[in-house]
């Protein structure tokens, strides 16, 4: 993705730094409705670029009017030259503004996520600098992208992730402990409810071995759900891999000593990859950076690593 400036920012030296950037437009996507304060949050942040900035952008507020509405407001942001899209959510909203950024092909339009809701996951474990401040000083960078495809041909639809897609127990049990913010007592009783009500999945691998699963998650960040550390990996989100957790079905307390693990000391070194693939025998759930979604029976799943495929400030 180009990410040459609409200016020509130099260092001490007098050369050009190809990933500094100034923006012509800065576009803000929030709900309205949002309980994580977003129209507050997008307020000020637009307010303080407008004193902070060395340089005088156009800054749209653009609040959403209904569920998905994100991803049209930053296809059309995208189509602007040197365009910035900030998602003031949480990792569902930042996921439709970025799918949004990629539907509109090739542009060199930078994200950014200000983090308002439950859900921060990928701010959290990727933020360097306070965002305004990352604005100001225009230091952009590329970062990899979950890419999933259901079906074949036709009939196959694609979404991007930019932290993680979970089929099975652990997201569902990770989404539910972050929507409750509740304490370390009433996590684990949801944790012990979400074992009590699941099942786990068969699905068959491309080289048509038959799997029986209680989790199978792909992680483009290394924690979850605030407390959860997925794997020790560290080039993450940007080495054009992304980590495999598989947990075979077994018995729940076994499952249950897995995520008390992955909350304290972690799970460790996970496999990374590539690329995965799989056949649904029967419909699954699964989650892409916390929406909920679900796959039909005898379908192929494929998830597979896009290398820097969006360019990224904060």
């Given at each position: 993705m180009d990410t040459t400036p609409t200016t020509d920012p130099t260092d001490s030296a007098g050369t050009t730094d190809p990933t500094v950037r100034r923006f012509d437009?800065?576009?803000?996507?929030?709900?309205?409705?949002?309980t994580g304060n977003a129209p507050d949050l997008a307020a000020k942040l637009a307010d303080q670029l407008a004193q902070d900035l060395p340089y005088t952008p156009e800054i749209r507020m653009l609040p959403t009017a209904h569920a998905g509405h994100a991803?049209?407001?930053?296809?059309?942001?995208?189509?602007?030259?040197?365009a910035l899209v900030v998602s003031?959510?949480?990792?569902?909203?930042?996921n439709e503004v970025v799918n949004g950024v990629m539907a509109a092909g090739n542009t060199d339009t930078v994200c950014a996520v200000l983090a308002a809701g439950n859900a921060n996951d990928h701010q959290r474990t990727t933020a360097r600098q306070p965002l305004a401040r990352a604005i100001a000083e225009g230091q952009v960078r590329d970062m990899d992208l979950l890419h999933l495809t259901t079906g074949n041909g036709r009939d196959a639809e694609a979404l991007y992730a930019h932290s993680?897609?979970?089929?099975?127990l652990t997201p569902v049990v990770a989404i539910d402990m972050e929507k409750g913010n509740k304490g370390a007592l009433k996590e684990m009783v949801s944790v012990v409810r979400s074992f009590a009500k699941f099942?786990?999945?068969?699905?068959?691998?491309?080289?048509?071995?038959?799997?029986?699963?209680?989790s199978l998650l792909f992680a483009n960040i290394p924690q979850m759900a605030k407390h959860a550390t997925l794997s020790e990996a560290e080039d993450r989100p940007a080495d054009g891999k992304f980590e495999v957790i598989l947990f075979p079905h077994t018995a729940k307390w076994r499952v249950l000593l897995k995520a008390f693990r992955a909350t304290t000391t972690g799970l460790g070194d996970q496999p990374s990859v590539a690329r995965y693939e799989f056949i649904t025998?029967?419909?699954i759930p699964y989650q892409v950076d916390g929406e909920v979604r679900s796959a039909p029976a005898n379908t192929t799943v494929r998830i597979e690593s896009a290398p820097s495929a969006l360019t990224v400030i904060g």
């Open positions: 437009s800065i576009s803000l996507i929030f709900n309205p409705h949002s991803v049209d407001l930053a296809r059309e942001a995208a189509a602007t030259p040197n003031v959510s949480g990792d569902g909203g930042y993680y897609i979970g089929f099975g099942r786990p999945h068969r699905i068959t691998h491309t080289d048509g071995t038959r799997a029986k699963i209680d025998l029967k419909p």
